[in-house]
T-cell receptor, first 115, second 111 residues
Framework: EPEVTQTPSHQVTQMGQEVILRCVPI?????FYWYRQILGQKVEFLVS????????KSEIFDDQFSVERPDGSNFTLKIRSTKLEDSAMYFC?????????????FGSGTRLTVV | QKEVEQNSGPLSVPEGAIASLNCTYS??????FFWYRQYSGKSPELIMF????GDKEDGRFTAQLNKASQYVSLLIRDSQPSDSATYLC???????????FGTGTSLTVIP
């Protein structure tokens, strides 16, 4: 079964450092997303991406965050200067349709720990 | 503010029983409704989606939607210990791509 792959599975970084989280969406999917889940809290939307541009973003996705599709397969989330409160599980997701009509396929996640 | 509310639980049921999980949502414009299962430390896994009022069955799972009451539920028949997980309700307005998730209900199936 096709899957979304994320690397690394766990990243530890010092506050103020830049991190890049990587995702390889399902090959025929056209819509890509990043969500995060702080430990014990709900899954929260960060950003959606289609046709090489951001289609929607949340209040969480401020100037410290950026996304990129550098080639035909990877989808990355960059946090420029990490804060302690950025510690969370970050999930990449992809879907074939733009309305999310059949639900997303989530990747296995990257646990980001900011120390 | 678009809210999706779930009882956090924990909900405990004996093996073989029916587990009933409930979710309410605040935005009447919501069009698509999803149930995800999340094992501890893992990513959400889609179980079912429903768009129309009424029931939708898939194996041991039944999703129920009542748009007038802004209520969606998930029934798990013949519960198994492997069903022990947190169940997340998610809502989509349809026009955009964003899903709004509830905090999840923790289910434990006791052998």
């Amino acid at each position: 079964e096709p899957e979304v792959t994320q690397t690394p599975s766990h990243q530890v970084t010092q506050m103020g450092q830049e991190v890049i989280l990587r995702c390889v969406p399902i090959s025929n999917h056209l819509y890509f997303y990043w969500y995060r889940q702080i430990l014990g809290q709900k899954v929260e939307f960060l950003v959606s991406f289609y046709n090489n541009e951001i289609s929607e973003k949340s209040e969480i996705f401020d100037d410290q965050f950026s996304v990129e599709r550098p080639d035909g397969s990877n989808f990355t989330l960059k946090i420029r200067s990490t804060k302690l409160e950025d510690s969370a599980m970050y999930f990449c997701a992809s879907s074939a349709t733009g309305t999310g009509g059949f639900g997303y396929t989530f990747g296995s996640g990257t646990r980001l720990t900011v120390v | 503010q678009k809210e999706v509310e779930q009882n956090s639980g924990p909900l405990s049921v004996p093996e073989g029983a029916i587990a009933s999980l409930n979710c309410t949502y605040s935005d009447r414009g919501s069009q698509s409704f999803f149930w995800y299962r999340q094992y501890s430390g893992k990513s959400p896994e889609l179980i079912m989606f429903i768009y129309s009022n009424g029931d939708k069955e898939d194996g041991r799972f039944t999703a129920q939607l009542n748009k007038a009451s802004q209520y969606v539920s998930l029934l798990i028949r013949d519960s198994q210990p492997s069903d022990s997980a947190t169940y997340l309700c998610a809502v989509n307005l349809g026009a955009g791509n964003q899903f709004y998730f509830g905090t999840g209900t923790s289910l434990t199936v006791i052998p």
